[in-house]
């Protein structure tokens, strides 16, 4: 049968018997009314510190509140100036705002689709910021995480990790989450470790912030009806921490599907004006999705080629985070070298999903090479 489409992202396939697997889990928690709580969330929590090798893993309800506890636990306060990067997901602006602190974005590299270390210093030596979050955007990190953390530590800035699509993503060989002082990744669905529902986490080696995770999530709580803080109702749900503990068994079997895949897509389409961007050298990246860069006057022509052929696309993401009109009353600042703006006009992302099937990345290169 010929592949007549292709969506961008499907969220049914998986293992053999895994829903089956997953109803016969979810009937033992309704029946023991295991809903929020349970040995569940900690064997999760267990599972997600060992497989990422970071000392704590606190499971949370989504990857937004992921980072809003993360900067709360690690004492960001009102008014504290906190660096994003210009090239993100709204979530990571509207966390800094939403704990009451001051946003400044931070513009990328055009190369490396990241922050570089020289805009970094230059970021904390005009702005003085109390933290900033960094994100590692595509399943990819900078390929100067190392030295972006050592400079923020000598500074004295608290760096959070925002790692919301980078989960089993390396650098050097180790773990972009569990090596980090704090970071936090989110569960969503469509993630390349995604729940069945929202959910997020946090991952720390300090055992002050995983404490004030753990306080922040349950609303402040230091015992049942005892409150020490001002926290968040943000809880992991049991069936969400099902589906993941599950999904962890297969977890390198679905990265490396996409790997693959990702790795097609750069080898079908060389001397292409459409370019697949990888993941720089030292960075082990983990297929999130696909990403290739177009000419901005080239790009509507190509997406009309992929409409028309019933293959889904995305951009990610379609625009940098200090021209959203919902940012201009919060913005305590910016550094604009126009990259973000740049990278949000030329960037195309191309169905990537695990296990995603041979013949469905051959049909979407053709119809690719077709449109040039």
């Keep these: 049968m010929s592949i007549q489409q292709v969506p961008f992202i499907t969220l049914n396939r998986f293992e053999p018997g895994f829903r089956e697997q997953f109803l016969d889990g979810v009937a033992s928690l309704f029946d023991k009314t295991q809903f929020v709580g349970g040995p569940i969330v900690g064997e999760l929590e267990a599972q997600l510190a060992t497989y990422t090798k970071s000392k704590f893993a606190i499971g949370c309800a989504n990857g937004t509140d992921a980072i809003q506890i993360a900067l709360r636990a690690v004492g960001v306060k009102k008014n504290d100036k906190v660096l994003v990067p210009d090239m993100t997901f709204w979530a990571t602006f509207e966390a800094v705002v939403n704990v009451g602190a001051n946003p400044v974005t931070v513009d990328v590299n055009r190369n490396a689709c990241h922050w570089d270390l020289a805009t970094f210093k230059k970021a904390v030596e005009d702005f003085k910021p109390t933290a900033a979050v960094m994100v590692h955007l595509y399943g990819w990190a900078t390929p100067e995480t190392l030295e972006i953390r050592k400079f923020a530590q000598e500074a004295g800035v608290v760096l959070i990790e925002d790692g919301a699509q980078c989960f089993g993503t390396e650098i050097h060989g180790q773990s972009v989450l569990g090596s980090a002082l704090i970071s936090t990744t989110s569960f969503y669905p469509a993630k390349v470790l995604g729940a069945s529902g929202d ?34 109702n943000s809880r992991i749900g049991a069936y969400e921490s099902l589906f993941l503990s599950m999904s962890l068994k297969h977890i390198d079997a679905r990265i490396e599907s996409r790997r693959s895949a990702v790795t097609f897509y750069e080898e079908s389409l060389q001397g292409l004006p459409f370019k697949p961007v990888r993941a720089a050298q030292g960075v082990h990246e983990n297929g999130y999705c696909s990403v290739g860069m177009i000419d901005p006057q080239l790009r509507p022509a190509l997406i009309e080629n992929l409409k028309k052929a019933n293959i889904g696309f995305g951009t990610i993401y379609p625009g940098a985070m200090s021209k959203q009109s919902g940012s201009a009353e919060y913005l305590a600042g910016k550094i604009d070298n126009g990259n973000a703006h740049y990278i949000s006009q030329a960037v195309l992302n191309l169905p990537c999903f695990a296990f995603i099937k041979p013949e469905e990345l051959q049909y979407v290169v053709d119809v690719v090479k077709k449109s040039f």
């Design 199 to 232: 959910a997020g986490a946090i991952f720390t080696s300090n055992e002050e912030y995983a404490k004030n995770c753990r306080t922040l999530i349950n609303h402040g709580r230091t015992d049942h009806y005892s409150h020490g803080m001002v926290g968040w």
